[in-house]
């Protein structure tokens, strides 16, 4: 399985600022993804990063709000734009294997919004 | 759009002992994949099993195996042996077959599982 990585584990922001969620993995994958899990809640899907191209957003979700960037085959990020207290959820990175035919998680980033 | 029902928010096992988790689904495709993830504490998530549905032989991974029901649209999984480390949240995900888009996992609302020592 693919070694993926996120910077920050963590963090606490203030109201209406922004913050930029990176994701890194080991290898080239084809496919990356963006989760969101809001507290005591399952995982929904906010977008498929595409690598040198717009992302694909997930109804409900719109890129003004959370911007994705892939500038290549190992590495995206998500921007959590003008945050509020209802931004505040665990974010995960996920891959699609293509070896395995499976997705495999990133340890997620638990952002708390004041 | 597909959906995925896990009826038990919470269930709990001894120490040693057999717990079933349960989760239902529903779609019209034929071909698709289901799986079962972990999330302990920690928030990893972690693939436990999965099962491809043109299989009819049930997946098995050590402790964790699946009953899978095609026509019953059943994907229970099944933890033999169970250790205080499967103490988690599992969530049954499903995941159509072929490219693109059907890349996208939809996942059900987890278990809670609680093992005892």
């Known amino acids: 399985s693919a070694v993926i990585s996120q910077k920050p584990s963590r963090d606490i922001c203030q109201r209406g600022t922004s913050l930029t969620i990176q994701c890194q993995v080991d290898s080239q994958v084809t496919m990356m993804f963006w989760y969101r899990q809001q507290p005591g809640q399952s995982l929904t899907l906010i977008a498929t990063?595409?690598?040198?191209?717009?992302?694909?957003?997930e109804s409900g979700f719109v890129i003004d709000k959370f911007p994705i960037s892939r500038p290549n085959l190992t590495f995206s990020t998500l921007t959590v734009s003008n945050m509020s207290p209802e931004d505040s959820s665990i974010y995960l990175c996920?891959?699609?294997?293509?070896?395995?035919?499976?997705?495999?998680f990133g340890p997620g980033t638990r952002l708390t919004v004041l | 759009a597909q959906t995925v029902t896990q009826s038990q928010p919470e269930m709990s096992v001894q120490e040693a002992e057999t717990v079933t988790l349960s989760c239902t689904y529903d779609?019209?495709?034929?071909?698709?994949?289901l799986f079962w993830y972990k999330q302990p504490p920690s928030r990893q998530m972690i693939l436990v099993i999965r099962?491809?549905?043109?299989?009819?032989q049930n997946a098995t991974e050590n402790r964790f195996s699946v009953n899978f029901q095609k026509a019953a649209k059943s994907f229970s999984l099944k933890i033999s042996d169970s250790q205080l480390g499967d103490a988690a949240m599992y969530f049954c995900?499903?995941?159509?077959?072929?490219?693109?888009?059907?890349?996208?996992?939809?996942f059900g609302k987890g278990t809670l599982l609680t093992v005892n020592p």
């Open positions: 995900a499903y995941r159509s077959a072929g490219g693109g888009s059907n890349y996208k996992l939809t």
């Open positions: 990063a595409n690598q040198g191209s717009e992302a694909t957003y």
């Open positions: 779609t019209s495709e034929s071909d698709y994949y």
């Open positions: 996920s891959v699609q294997s293509r070896f395995t035919d499976t997705q495999y």
């Open positions: 099962q491809e549905a043109y299989k009819q």
